[in-house]
């Protein structure tokens, strides 16, 4: 059975400062990852997908994330955060076959000024 | 052009009534799928039709009744309702023959609150 664990229920940066935000993975398959952001009273819009094509991944906004199989890792990172950043995300996984989404708790990003 | 539209985007409703979210989404989609968001914010798949067939039956109460009419819509009734089905439900639609890999778009979501 697939499931994916988000590390830290929040995260606060300063705006300017490095986003990492934390997803790891459990899936029996090669799965297929993806990051979702959703703003208040919205719903989610695709950040970015893994596929199994390259391990490192661009998206939208400035995020990219990287497939790490040796640690069953997906974090999400953005060099730079912007106050319009702020938001929660979400992680989730997929397995061939099965095409429901599995998603992880959630991130609730604070940018501070 | 909104892509994947809910109605109603407020539902207040009393214990024991019966309820209905409609969903319909313009991108030409074959999957659709109904999401519940607790108020922790989890979020867990409930049902999927792919061209109008259950593909996915998640452990939910039969009061849940998915429908769809065609690929564009999937409705969802509710019967009896109960306090815990207070939520946020979102409608998603996504296309291809396997699936698993292809973006799902969703809805903005249904926030039901049952008194």
């Known amino acids: 059975a697939q499931s994916v664990t988000q590390l830290g229920s929040h995260v606060s940066v300063s705006e300017g400062a490095l986003v990492l935000l934390r997803c790891n993975y459990s899936?029996?398959?090669?799965?297929?990852l993806f990051w979702y952001v959703q703003y208040p009273n919205q719903g989610l819009q695709l950040l970015l997908k893994?596929?199994?094509?390259?391990?490192l991944v661009k998206g939208i906004n400035g995020f990219e994330a990287e497939f790490k199989k040796s640690e069953t890792s997906f974090h999400l990172t953005k060099p730079s955060a912007h106050m319009s950043d702020a938001a929660e995300y979400f992680c989730a996984v997929s397995e061939p076959g099965r095409r429901a989404l599995t998603f992880g708790s959630g991130t609730r990003l604070q940018v501070q000024p | 052009d909104t892509a994947v539209s809910q109605t109603p985007k407020y539902l207040v409703t009393q214990m024991g009534n019966d309820k209905s979210i409609k969903c319909e989404q313009n991108l030409g989609h074959d999957t659709m799928y109904w999401y519940k968001q607790d108020s922790k914010k989890f979020l867990k798949i409930m049902f999927s039709?792919?061209?109008?067939?259950?593909?996915i039956n998640e452990t939910v109460p039969n009061r849940f009744s998915p429908k769809s009419p065609d690929k564009a819509h999937l409705n969802l009734h509710i019967n009896s309702l109960e306090l815990g089905d207070s939520a946020v439900y979102f409608c998603a639609s996504s296309q291809g023959a396997s699936g698993a890999y292809n973006e799902q778009f969703f809805g903005p979501g249904t926030r039901l609150t049952v008194l």
């Open positions: 039709y792919n061209n109008k067939e259950l593909i």
């Open positions: 899936s029996s398959v090669p799965p297929y």
């Open positions: 893994y596929t199994s094509a390259a391990t």
